[in-house]
């Protein structure tokens, strides 16, 4: 499976954004996408996941009411509707792919196949 991520760039506080992650290959009938993200000089950590189906999502508590995951199974694509972004939320956005259907995880391992992530910068 090859994911391909797209959307990044610089918006100003309080800006939206929306990016994408396509995902190509021998992917799974029923998986699970999900967005990463690492700030600078720090860790990474969860965002957002979406079942294949689109029936499950999961939010980090920092991003809820703000940013929204859709997913368009026909494409295999996954976006991020980023609305309200703030200094903070600027960070290199990965996409990552779970083979398996289950209930959305948090933590990398879970993962199967990774992106090449897309620079978000929102300005202050």
């Known amino acids: 499976v090859q994911l391909q991520a797209s959307g990044g760039g610089l918006v100003q506080n309080g800006g939206f954004l929306r990016i994408s992650c396509a995902a190509s290959?021998?992917?799974?009938?029923?998986?699970?996408m999900s967005w990463f993200r690492q700030p600078p000089g720090k860790e990474r950590e969860f965002v957002s996941g979406?079942?294949?189906?689109?029936?499950?999502?999961r939010y980090v508590d920092s991003v809820k009411g703000r940013f929204i995951i859709s997913i368009d199974n026909a494409k295999n694509t996954v976006y991020l509707q980023m609305n309200s972004l703030k200094p903070e939320d600027t960070a290199l956005y990965y996409c990552?792919?779970?083979?398996?259907?289950?209930?959305?995880?948090?933590?990398?391992?879970?993962?199967?196949?990774w992106g090449q992530g897309t620079q978000v910068t929102v300005s202050s």
């Open positions: 990552a792919f779970d083979v398996n259907w289950r209930p959305i995880r948090s933590y990398e391992s879970a993962y199967n196949y």
């Open positions: 979406i079942s294949w189906n689109g029936d499950s999502t």
């Open positions: 290959g021998r992917t799974s009938r029923r998986y699970i």
